[in-house]
């Protein structure tokens, strides 16, 4: 039975880090300062994560490249900055925000 068990904790634990799990993502998050504009439920100075999962399903690119690009007028009147020091992490990023 622990042989089983220890299968399957491994099994999940490879499938979390193949996806991007929570916890690595939420630490690129803070790496790349996402959190002090954003967060997954409360809104700050810009969109939630949540919000913007709704309006972006199944546009990873679209997403990555407004996080290197910045955008305007989409969530509203503030616009979201370039931020080109997050460029190798936001596809993980993206991926993670649409999880939301």
């Given at each position: 039975m622990k042989t089983l068990t220890t299968l399957a904790l491994a099994a999940a634990l490879a499938a979390a880090t193949a996806s991007g799990s929570a916890l690595a993502s939420d630490d690129l998050a803070k790496k790349n300062g996402c959190i002090a504009c954003h967060d997954a439920a409360a809104k700050?100075?810009?969109?939630?994560?949540?919000?913007?999962?709704?309006?972006?399903?199944?546009?990873?690119?679209?997403?990555?490249?407004?996080?290197?690009?910045?955008?305007?007028?989409?969530?509203?009147?503030?616009?979201?900055?370039?931020?080109?020091?997050?460029a190798a992490d936001a596809p993980a990023l993206a991926k993670w925000i649409l999880t939301h």
């Open positions: 700050k100075v810009g969109p939630t994560w949540k919000d913007i999962a709704a309006k972006n399903k199944g546009n990873e690119k679209g997403v990555a490249e407004a996080i290197v690009k910045g955008s305007k007028d989409k969530y509203g009147k503030i616009p979201m900055p370039p931020q080109a020091k997050a």
